[in-house]
């Protein structure tokens, strides 16, 4: 027998740690199916407030927010964010001169996607780290911000 004393840890904590709370009223949101907003059955999950209606898609297969939930004028903002931002991403000769030639070879190297090497790009110019630089998660400001950059590259 070996030493078997060892204390085995209940974890009876089932605290919703996936409780996602509104970020304009802090209260929790509700996972509900996307059909209650889109009317079409198909487009997965979603954490809503009820409260206030502000909500943010779910990863399919998971209970991962793709980002924060967002009111009518902030879902708008991030729309027009990925507009501009997919511009870039999705133009290598875009993509090239921003970052440069030397810089833009060695990232593909790397096996960046070109979507990625557009986030680095960005969340430089923003003075953000990478790993927080997704539009789904962007407040107004950093929409605008963004936006004001992209389309200043475009
Ligand atoms: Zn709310």
Redesign the pocket.
């Given at each position: 027998m070996n030493n078997e004393n060892e204390i085995i840890e209940i974890n009876n904590n089932q605290a919703p740690e996936n409780t996602l709370y509104?970020?304009?009223?802090?209260?929790p949101?509700e996972i509900v199916d996307s059909k209650v907003i889109y009317r079409k059955p198909g487009y997965g999950l979603i954490y809503l407030?009820?409260?206030?209606?502000?909500y943010v898609g779910i990863h399919k297969g998971t209970l991962i927010p793709k980002g924060t939930?967002a009111d009518k004028q902030l879902r708008e903002l991030r729309k027009q964010t990925h507009y501009s931002f997919d511009v870039i991403w999705s133009n290598k000769t875009i993509l090239k001169r921003i970052v440069g030639d030397i810089e833009f070879n060695h990232l593909k190297e790397k096996n960046l996607t070109y979507r990625k090497i557009a986030y680095l790009w960005l969340a430089k110019l923003m003075n953000i780290e990478v790993k927080h630089c997704h539009i789904g998660s962007f407040n107004s400001e950093q929409c605008a911000k963004a936006i004001d950059i992209c389309n200043e590259h475009i």
């Open positions: 509104c970020p304009y009223c802090d209260r949101t407030c009820p409260f206030c209606s502000a939930p």
